[in-house]
């Protein structure tokens, strides 16, 4: 099959991506409830550990370590999972993953991985968690459950909203660059960090600071 280039569609229609209509129900998750559950679950939880564990106070820094490796998680996944095989091609795995975002990108049904598997996947990362950390897993888990409803929360916005004014225009540049020219470029949507790091920022930012 060839590419879908021709079913881009910026106007924030959709399309079916299965013919069960189960299947296709269950695919579809509203952002801002997905997103507010999972930082209030974050809070939460750092917050009861901090009550009710006896732990030292540098624990808490367990919460930014946490947020940091979410985002090396986020820019890895987006680079050679969503981004590998034939991700362009309708009936792939990876197109019904990440494909049809970069075809229907305003598609707000589609913006966010569907909340149950999201939970499935966050209890399975905090039993690793758990396995190496012990109790500290309660100070670290918080902070990567909460830098991924940061991640959904730029994501949400960059698709559903005008360019902002500060630091959240650059992020927002950032993202729209991969959508629009640069898609094997430009993988961190929370963060440029380490699209710095492995040296795949697209052309125009980097020539804007060669200049």
Known sequence: MKKNESRKDYSGKQVSLFRNS?????????????ISSYIVISIGMIVWAGIYMEISPGAYLLFPAGWIIFTLIEYLA???AYHSGEYRVEGHWQYKVHGYHHDFPKDEERLVMPIWLAFILSGLFFGVFYMFLGKYAFFFFPGFLFGYGYYLLIHYLVHAYKPPKGYFRFLWRHHQLHHSKFENSAFGVSTRLWDMVFHTMPKHARMSKSH
Not at 22 to 33: A, D, G, M, S, Y
């Open 78 to 80: 987006h680079r050679y």
């Open 22 to 34: 189960f299947f296709e129900r269950i695919t579809k998750t509203n952002p801002l409830v997905a």
